[in-house]
Each structure stands twice: as structure tokens, then as C-alpha cells.
């Protein structure tokens, strides 16, 4: 349960001004696409209404992290054709949600960047997991795996604006005590990432599915996460766990600690992946990251 002594509602408030609402594209391609009938044009017509963003979701689709060996990309309805719908959504959120995670260095262990880099590598581990286990919705774990820790984007960007530390108090106590950045926060009595997480996705309007993994990412036991119904929604918190922690294993990006705690037998057991199989997988996420560090790369340097 979370402090009484702590109002989330008003963090909530008090960081609006400092981090912005999803551009208007991405509601609206949500809304689109959750349509099953929805057509590329309509697709096509949402994109093409933002010039900018079109150019961006172009440039992106034409990396080696999105088309892969396919011919190059060159129009708004060919990335719809080449992409998809959902790989086309998580696109425009990608670089939507980057501009967030612009701002100083607070101290030398810890950037925005590196955080950026870490959620966008959980984002890809997500995925890779996600279609290892021949499930149909990579796409949405992508999603759910790049905003899992927005709560900590917040947290720092209150930090900012409040003049205070309490965020790099917490991520110097993981390093000091070997423990994940959750623990830290139950130590020192701070806000929980995951909470204001699922406040502001719940504010943005994202899916149930993304509240529910940015709720209870760090809860490794299904009975304890309420109002998580469905084994669909079960499975994609699992996947993000595992994920979190392989991505946090192979020291890609920085999340506020190096101490990630390991998916417990049984989380391994839902998923039905054994000792040879799991090791296999973060070979795939291994690879998987190399293609993610490209794409870093690309957005470091301003192209997009």
C-alpha cells in the first residue's frame, strides 16, 4: 500500500508544467487503431495531419532497429504497409516520449540518457520476450516495457523543479546498499515511481494494460497486484519484469541502481521457460539490444 503521508495527486499537479501531456497524434492513433476495422488511410490521414511527425516516423522507419533488410521506406502509407499499425503507434510514442527524457546530468552515475536508454532497451527486451513465447501482442509489451518507468522521469523532473535531491538520494542508497531503486524508495519513505507512474498514464489515458505494468512492475507475485484481471495482463507484467531485470543485467542504460533482483522460479515457470530456454532468450535479448543501441545512437544525435 502506499504512505498516506505522501499525496500523489498533488506530485501529480505539481509536475504537469514540467512534463508535457502525449502530443494530440498518439490519442488519436490509440483511438484509431483500436478500431479492428481501421483502415491505412485513416491511419494515413492522422499521420499526415503533423507534417513534423510524419518526417520523424519516416526517418525512424528507415533504421536498421524498424525495417530491418526490407526496402527503404519512403511515404506515410508504404511505413503503415511496412510497419503496421502497432509498430506505427509505438513509433510516434518513441519519439514523443524521448522529448521527456531531455534535461541535465544531476550527478556523474546519473542521466535522463541513460534512463531513455534503459526504458527504451526494457521496451525491445519486452517485445523480444514477448514473441520468444509466440504471443500476438509484441507490440503492446514494446509499449508497456517504454513507459514502465516514467514515474521515475517525474520523480527527477520534480526534483527539478522543487530544487531538491531526494531522487539521486535514492539512487545513491541502491548503489550503496546493492539494492533495486523500489527498495530505496520504501527505505527513505519517498514517492514509488511505480504509483506516480500509473497516476500519470492513468492522466495521459494509455491502455489498462500499460497502468497495470506501470503499476505493479515491481510486484512478482499476481495475487498482490489489484485490480489486474485478466492472465493477458498478468503475462505482460511478467514479461516487463523479466525484461527489466535482463536489460538491467547486461548494463544497458542506467536506471538508478545495478542491483536488479531476479525473476523468481515460479514468474519463469507462468511464462514456461526453463533454465535452457531462458538462457537462450537473453541471447535473443542480447542481440536484440545491439539493434536498440543503434537506435539510441540515431536519437542522440538529433535524428529525430
Known amino acids: 500500500m502506499e504512505s498516506s503521508s505522501i499525496n500523489y495527486e498533488y506530485l501529480v499537479g505539481q509536475i504537469q508544467r514540467n512534463l508535457p501531456t502525449l502530443p494530440t497524434i498518439v490519442n488519436e492513433l490509440t483511438n484509431v487503431l483500436q478500431n479492428p476495422d481501421a483502415s491505412t488511410f485513416a491511419v494515413e490521414d492522422v499521420m499526415t495531419a503533423d507534417q513534423s511527425m510524419t518526417m520523424k516516423i519516416l526517418r525512424v522507419a528507415n533504421t536498421s532497429f524498424y525495417r530491418g533488410g526490407r526496402e527503404r521506406v519512403t511515404d506515410a502509407n508504404e511505413a503503415i504497409g511496412t510497419l503496421g499499425f502497432e509498430k506505427i503507434r509505438n513509433v510516434v510514442l518513441t519519439t514523443s516520449v524521448f522529448k521527456m527524457f531531455s534535461g541535465p546530468s544531476a550527478e556523474q552515475k546519473f542521466s535522463l540518457e541513460g534512463l531513455w536508454k534503459h526504458c527504451l532497451g526494457v521496451a525491445s527486451a519486452s517485445r523480444c520476450i ?21 514515474g521515475k522521469v517525474a520523480r ?47 492522466n495521459w489515458g494509455l491502455s ?10 515491481h510486484e512478482p507475485q499476481p495475487e498482490r497486484r489489484q485490480k489486474v484481471t485478466s492472465e493477458e495482463a498478468h503475462e505482460l507484467i511478467d514479461v516487463v519484469i523479466l525484461a527489466n531485470w535482463a536489460v538491467n543485467d547486461q548494463k544497458f542504460g542506467f536506471s538508478g541502481h545495478e542491483s536488479p533482483d531476479k525473476p523468481s522460479d515460479a514468474l519463469l515457470a507462468r511464462l514456461n521457460l526453463n533454465p535452457g530456454q531462458t538462457d537462450h532468450l537473453c541471447k535473443d535479448i542480447e542481440n536484440e539490444l545491439k539493434m536498440t543501441e543503434d537506435f539510441c545512437d540515431l536519437l542522440d544525435s538529433g535524428g529525430v
Open 130 to 150: 514477448a514473441n520468444f513465447l509466440g504471443k500476438s501482442w509484441s507490440e503492446r509489451a514494446y509499449t508497456c516495457g517504454l513507459v514502465h518507468d516514467i
Open 156 to 202: 527527477f523532473k520534480l526534483d527539478e523543479s522543487e530544487e531538491t535531491e531526494d531522487f539521486i538520494t535514492d539512487s545513491q542508497t541502491s548503489l550503496d546498499k546493492k539494492i533495486n531503486f523500489y527498495k530505496s524508495e520504501l527505505i527513505n519513505q519517498s514517492p514509488r515511481h511505480d504509483y506516480l507512474g500509473y497516476l500519470i498514464c492513468k
Open 208 to 217: 489498462s494494460f500499460v497502468e497495470g505494468v506501470v503499476r505493479w512492475h
